[in-house]
């Protein structure tokens, strides 16, 4: 991905008449993209590995796979949070590991962790790094030095179970190419989180992930039958069947670890046959109240969609959930949902057929296929648009939740006030859009997109306002994240989360697993 944005430079698009003129008339943002530099005139932050332990790290991986030198460092300084591309435009000198390593099994990755361990060097595991959590900070700590682990070379496809339906798949392999070897064999994983087109399989595993098709095949977590991870103790291998009673699931430490407590490497995971069929429609719901409960209706009566998706009225207006034509035309007065039906040509009918009957005693309107098929052609487009206004001053960023039904009213009315009035303070109005993305029996997250005009320090201005709605997220019965995982940004609020016993418990399994604290320290653990 580009050093400083967000994905594949070619993707990049400039905002349209109509993003301009709202950002206008509703933030004073006049939407002059700001000049960037240019890869060569960073300055990146000297290397603080000695010779001696390139030539140590360059011995295990080889010298192609050992780099210091500034572009590569600068690709693995962090993820693509706003604050990652706020330092990126800083003209300062930006902070970068000292190294990065791309090693070519698991071998070299115990060698690494070895010499690291003994040297007091740190290491930061780097997937395809679109953490917007702070999980890919080079944080260094107590530590001389910190080096970037790339899996990228870890990308086969070692074993297809066509009868049990499990494949595993080595954790480097990014979702397109994880599709793709599936795909050639007449099967299919179904996870396509927003960041799919760059993250990979041992990120979603690290990072406890959820796709937009959850609805019907389930969170990451939902769909790993196994995996290995090296730690500096040792290697674990888990899940030896599809369901166990043998002790605590430790497959599930594991995933949500976010490389605290060893590399993920190779992951099992469910999969399933191309699908043969797919139906979409769109509804139109007259407020978010009534959309959320015909959402509840149909996952708590298990009619199956795969995907089922609901934009408040905010976001409705501006058709971010459409993102060909966001800012322009409105789609409906009130809240759109987004519904979509996979699997054999009789299970779509049979399963639309039903959804689409509670959809409508719940109080929606149909409003046929095309919006729903225009949110599955520009659902990944999003973080584009982003950077097109982070570029013309517009300060741009997400946050997400979850929390029962019941709460749900409450929980979204408290982090959009928590929200607007941090930026009011500093000095701005903001557009606070909020989806219901993932629906479960019980409760729903909450998917927010926040755009306000930049002012003063941006840095400090968003810092101060995601400060104030996890905040509002804890005293009000949401969970700090559904989905995009803890980092660096939410681990001031983990002992909220978890409780001091909980943090005791992280703890014991990072000393046992990691005694001298090498692997990506900064994250996860108070």
């Not at 995971?269 to 139109?284: G, L």
């Amino acid at each position: 991905m580009k050093w400083n944005a967000w994905g594949d430079p070619a993707q990049a698009r400039p905002l349209s008449d109509g993003i301009r003129a709202l950002l206008k008339q509703a933030l004073g943002v006049d939407g002059t993209p700001a000049p960037e530099p240019d890869l060569t005139e960073v300055r990146v932050r000297p290397s603080a590995l000695s010779e001696t332990h390139r030539a140590g790290l360059a011995a295990i991986v080889g010298d192609r796979y050992c780099r210091v030198g500034d572009a590569d460092r600068l690709l693995h300084a962090g993820g693509k949070s706003t604050l990652d591309l706020l330092r990126r435009r800083h003209p300062g000198v930006q902070d970068a590991p000292d190294a990065v390593l791309l090693p070519a099994d698991e071998d070299e990755i115990a060698a690494i962790l070895a010499y690291c361990g003994e040297h007091g060097i740190a290491i930061v595991p780097f997937g395809g790094g679109t953490s917007v959590v702070g999980g890919l900070d080079p944080i260094r700590g107590r530590f001389a030095a910190v080096v970037s682990l790339d899996l990228r070379r870890l990308n086969r496809l070692t074993a297809l179970d066509e009868i049990s339906g499990e494949a595993e798949l080595e954790a480097g392999l990014t979702g397109p190419q994880a599709e793709q070897l599936l795909g050639e064999r007449g099967f299919s994983l179904g996870h396509f989180p927003q960041s799919f087109q760059f993250a990979t399989i041992g990120g979603f595993a690290a990072t406890r992930s959820s796709g937009q098709g959850s609805a019907g095949y389930g969170r990451f977590n939902d769909m790993v039958r196994g995996l290995r991870a090296v730690t500096p103790a040792g290697v674990l291998e888990l899940g030896r069947a599809p369901e166990s009673a043998a002790g605590p699931d430790l497959r599930q430490l594991l995933i949500g670890s976010e490389g605290v407590f060893g590399i993920i490497t190779r992951v099992r995971v469910r999969v399933h046959p191309v699908p043969a069929a797919t139906r979409y429609e769109a509804w139109s719901f007259p407020d978010f109240a009534t959309g959320a409960d015909a959402l509840r209706a149909v996952v708590q009566t298990g009619t199956g969609p795969t995907v089922i998706r609901l934009s408040d009225e905010a976001e409705t207006a501006v058709n971010l959930a459409t993102t060909e034509r966001i800012g322009e035309q409105q789609i409906t007065g009130g809240c759109l949902a987004i519904t979509v039906f996979e699997g054999t040509e009789a299970h779509v009918a049979s399963r639309h057929e039903e959804t689409r009957a509670v959809l409508a005693a719940a109080g929606g309107t149909s409003l046929g296929e095309q919006p729903a098929r225009d949110w599955e052609h520009g659902r990944f487009n999003a973080p584009y648009l982003r950077d097109s206004l982070l570029s013309a001053g517009a300060l741009c960023e997400t946050l997400e939740t979850a929390t029962n039904w019941s709460n749900v009213p409450v929980l979204k009315r408290a982090v959009t006030e928590a929200l607007t009035g941090s930026l009011a303070e500093s000095g701005t109005q903001a557009l606070v859009l909020c989806h219901i993305s993932h629906v479960y029996p019980t409760g729903a997250s909450l998917y927010f997109t926040v755009v306000a005009g930049q002012r003063g320090n941006p840095i400090e201005q968003w810092q101060r306002a995601k400060a104030a709605a996890s905040d509002a997220i804890m005293r009000n019965g949401g969970t700090i994240t559904h989905h995009h995982a803890v980092g660096a940004d939410h681990r001031p609020w983990m002992h909220d989360e978890v409780g001091e016993l909980g943090v005791t418990v992280l703890r014991a399994v990072k000393a046992a697993l990691d005694p001298k604290g090498i692997l990506n320290p900064g994250k996860l653990i108070p």
